[in-house]
């Protein structure tokens, strides 16, 4: 969720060495973005930040969200099919059904910050 993005976000902020977060999804990087900007980390330039899902929000967050997008009707198609076969065969296939994703590149990841504290 946002709020427990928030949470690990004020955590994260505090934490000088830690340059870029990968979130489980795109509403904890939401919060995670809110935390960093309230405790005065600038996201890309301190911290990179990335989603997971790509929601139709994630290029309306601040800065526009870079995220991996995953393809949430590919991903319901598969998992209505497996049911439906565990029904008519009488068991589970046992296994992991890989949807494919892809990176989508928005403003919130940026080089590094060097150590000695301007960008790489």
Same mark, same amino acid.
């Given at each position: 969720s946002a709020g427990s993005g928030y949470r690990?976000?004020?955590r994260l902020a +505090? #934490?000088? &060495?830690?340059?870029a977060v990968f979130a489980a999804n795109d509403q904890m990087a939401l919060? *995670?973005?809110r935390? *960093? +900007?309230e405790r005065g980390r600038r996201v890309p330039e301190d911290v990179s930040v990335i989603g997971f899902d790509d929601i139709p929000d994630s290029?309306?967050?601040q800065p526009p969200l870079t995220t991996v997008h #995953? &393809?949430?009707? +590919?991903?319901?198609?598969?998992? %209505?099919e497996s049911a439906l076969r565990q029904v008519r065969q009488g068991e589970a296939e046992p296994g @992991? @059904?890989? %949807?494919? @994703?892809?990176?989508v590149v928005r403003e919130s990841t940026g080089q590094p910050p060097s150590r000695e504290g301007g960008r790489g």
């Open positions: 690990a976000g004020l +505090e #934490q000088g &060495d830690c340059t919060g *995670l973005l935390a *960093l +900007e290029g309306s967050f #995953q &393809d949430f009707a +590919e991903v319901g198609r598969r998992c %209505v @992991t @059904t890989l %949807v494919p @994703t892809r990176l």
